[in-house]
C-alpha cells in the first residue's frame, strides 16, 4: 500500500485505506500493523517531524510483491486469462 503513495505517513496510508476499503480503519489497528510491518523487514520507519513517522518499502517487500505477482500470475495463466503486463 505504500508504493505509489505521494506521501508516506501514517496518515497518508490511513486515508489510503479507507479509501481502498470504503470504510473507516482505526487508528489502533493502523499503527500496531505497521510497527508488525517495520519488526519484519518489509517497512522502514523514520520521523517526518515530531508528530508524524513515515514509512518506506524496503528491498524484501520488493521482492514479496514480486513474488506474489509471480503467484497471481501462475493461476491466472491456468485458467486461460493473460496476466497484467508487468512494467
Known amino acids: 500500500m505504500i508504493i505509489g503513495l505521494k506521501e508516506t505517513h501514517g496518515l497518508a496510508v490511513k486515508t489510503e485505506l479507507d479509501d481502498y476499503y470504503e470504510q473507516e480503519i482505526n487508528h489502533g489497528r493502523l499503527y500496531p ?8 523487514c518489509l517497512l522502514e520507519k523514520g520521523e517526518l517531524d515530531e508528530r508524524a513517522n513515515v514509512y518506506t518499502i524496503t528491498p524484501r517487500d520488493v521482492r ?24
Open 64 to 87: 514479496e510483491i514480486e513474488a506474489r505477482r509471480d503467484w497471481e500470475n501462475q493461476y491466472l495463466e491456468t485458467v486461460g486469462l493473460q496476466p497484467p503486463l508487468q512494467e
Open 33 to 40: 500493523n505497521l510497527d508488525n510491518l517495520v519488526e519484519n
